[in-house]
């Protein structure tokens, strides 16, 4: 166990409570969260964390919550703590402020959490290894709680959450199917954190059959779906481009052969 690292799950207070009052407490976050960003540059830590009791859900996902007046763990809500400090600063150096809020809490159960599975920003290999390499150190207290993510009422293990939201990054990089899911996340994120750049474009590869899957109105389909056609369009893109699908990340992926199609439209 890691220095600071409990065996329980703790949480922001301001995340839990009723939507309404969950809304109110994270607009007082984001404000004092920025007014300390401005003088200093840096985020003040939560003023209280909460223990979640044993086997107790964690809403993820915003789509699942509809018991807006129930009490609940909504980690969700942290994208609104960053929205009311982008707010509050004009939203200048948006993309800077997201990183430097990420380095700040990435270090605690509930950032590493919700940043993996929220996606913030490119979702670059480096990115992604680092995500996954923080929910690892907290697994044990993360794995004490349930989570609400894709389907209301059907709470799931971190097992199970962590296989719908990151099973791309499994199948990408870690694409041998035997082992345990926290194995397989470990050997996807070590292989992440070392990849060349030819390994990205092999775990590219590999993952592109996923999202010509989910592209189901893609007009090129036969092209889009050809090997050559797609190392060829990977190796000619710049440096920042090819960071930004990297990690092999299935929604960036289908972004980029929507931009391809609609290339090849216009030829």
């Known amino acids: 166990m890691s220095p600071g690292e409990t065996a329980s799950l703790q949480l922001p207070a301001f995340l839990h409570g009723t939507s309404r009052s969950v809304q109110q407490k994270v607009k007082r976050e984001g404000l004092r969260c920025a007014e300390q960003y401005r003088k200093e540059g840096a985020f003040p830590a939560p003023r209280q964390l909460l223990e979640v009791p044993l086997g107790e859900v964690v809403v993820a996902q915003g789509v699942v919550d509809f018991q807006h007046e129930h009490p609940a763990w909504r980690l969700y809500r942290v994208s609104d703590v960053l929205r ?71 709470a799931q293990t971190l097992e199970e959450l962590m296989v719908d939201a990151c099973g791309w990054a499994m199948d990408a990089w870690c694409p041998e199917r035997e082992g345990p899911v ?9 292989r992440m954190a070392r990849a060349t750049r030819e390994d990205c474009l092999e775990a590219i590869l590999r993952q592109m059959p996923r999202a010509l899957a989910a592209g189901r109105d893609l007009k090129h389909r036969q092209v889009l779906a050809d090997p050559v056609f797609q190392r060829e369009r990977l190796t000619r893109l710049d440096t920042a481009s090819f960071e930004r699908v990297s990690g092999a990340c299935t929604s960036e992926l289908l972004e980029k052969l929507y931009d391809w199609d609609q290339e090849l439209g216009l030829q």
């Open 84 to 154: 009311e400090v982008w707010e509050a600063l004009q939203w200048e150096d948006s993309s800077a402020v997201r990183d430097a809020y990420e380095a700040s809490f990435l270090e605690t159960a509930w950032g590493a959490l919700f940043f993996t599975l929220a996606r913030m920003g490119p979702v670059s290999a480096e990115r992604t290894a680092r995500r996954l390499e923080a929910v690892l150190r907290f697994w044990d207290p993360l794995d004490c709680a349930r989570y609400l993510f894709k389907k209301p009422g059907a």
């Open 182 to 190: 926290r194995a397989r996340l470990e050997g996807a994120a070590e």
